[in-house]
């Protein structure tokens, strides 16, 4: 029994932002609510969705913008990994060093760690430890599925050149926790397009150890 998805893009950064849900129960998690949240609210609203959880990949401003309009659409409580709670809590003035604008995230409700089952109608979402792009990142993956923030993009990885950023803690992150994956399992990453655990594992040059293009946003 596998878990609804759907992907929005939106704000300035174009940020994949990601409702997951149940169909029997209607429940819903949110991950990485971007700027323009409001779009994702009301696909949840016209679905009657319930969201229940607010999942943070990692404490980005550009992947918490929309924690705030999204608690208080639905009352879920905010997740995220306590390494990146001052990230978290410093993300208004984040965004403002790129000239943006967004509501500060609400405290978390609770911290996601390695091992965490996160239970979704009949699914659940397990929660991988995948630091390196931020010291508190983590990919979330549910059979078939892997939602892998900035750790992970097609043909790229994230930049960790910013605060707290580690590139050989995000390419041991990769190649450790997520090239352990089935081949299969479709990423959907915090930015850009959708691809597979195997075509990464096969073509990815950042893992393998050459140079080539990065994304750049934070
Ligand atoms: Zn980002
Ligand atoms: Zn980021």
Not at 11 to 30: H, M, R, T, V
Not at 54 to 63: A, E, K, Q, R, S
Not at 76 to 93: E, N, P, Q, S, T
């Amino acid at each position: 029994m596998s878990l609804n998805i759907k992907a929005f893009c939106l704000g300035p950064l174009a940020n994949n932002g990601y409702l997951i849900w149940d169909e029997d129960s209607k429940e819903a998690f949110a991950v990485d609510p971007p700027m323009d949240a409001e779009l994702m609210a009301s696909f949840a609203a016209r679905s009657d969705l319930r969201v229940t959880k607010i999942l943070n990949t990692h404490g980005h401003f550009d992947h918490i913008a929309g924690n705030a309009l999204m608690k208080k659409f639905s009352g879920a409580g905010v997740f995220i990994h306590k390494a990146d709670l001052g990230l978290l809590k410093r993300g208004a003035a984040h965004a403002e060093m790129f000239g943006l604008e967004m509501d500060p995230s609400p405290p978390p409700d609770g911290f996601l760690k390695e091992g965490d089952e996160l239970i979704l109608g009949s699914g659940k979402i397990m929660v991988l430890e995948t630091p390196g792009h931020t010291p508190g990142g983590v990919s979330f993956y549910t059979e078939g599925d892997l939602f892998s923030g900035d750790s992970l993009f097609e043909g790229s990885i994230g930049r960790t050149d910013l605060e707290g950023g580690d590139l050989d803690s995000l390419v041991d992150s990769i190649r450790t926790k997520l090239f352990a994956l089935p081949p299969e399992t479709l990423v959907h990453p915090g930015h850009g397009p959708e691809t597979t655990i195997g075509r990464e594992m096969g073509g990815n040059p950042f893992v393998g150890g050459s140079a080539a293009r990065r994304r750049d946003q934070p």
